[in-house]
């Protein structure tokens, strides 16, 4: 993944790498099962390291820090 260097618009933060905050842990965006009910189960492609995240994190519990509520267990599981 190429990287540049930045400073963002208000000149406070300047940016020299990319973070690792965060960086594994799966449990803030769960929205694993849908997309992996997408592409491995509808779209019929290979996804093998979705599919990990997945295996590791079923049943997905609620995003607290995220975006999304995370019931894609129930809703996309087959």
Known sequence: ???EETTD???KYH??????????D?????IYEMVYNHYKN???LDCPFT????LQTRPEGPGFK???FGFGTVLFWQ
């Open 51 to 54: 599919e990990q995240v997945v």
């Open 15 to 24: 940016h020299t790498s990319i973070s690792s905050k965060g960086r594994g």
């Open 66 to 68: 995220g975006d999304h």
């Open 26 to 30: 799966f449990s803030r965006r769960p």
């Open 1 to 3: 993944m190429p990287f």
């Open 42 to 44: 509808i779209k019929g």
């Open 9 to 11: 618009t208000t000149g």
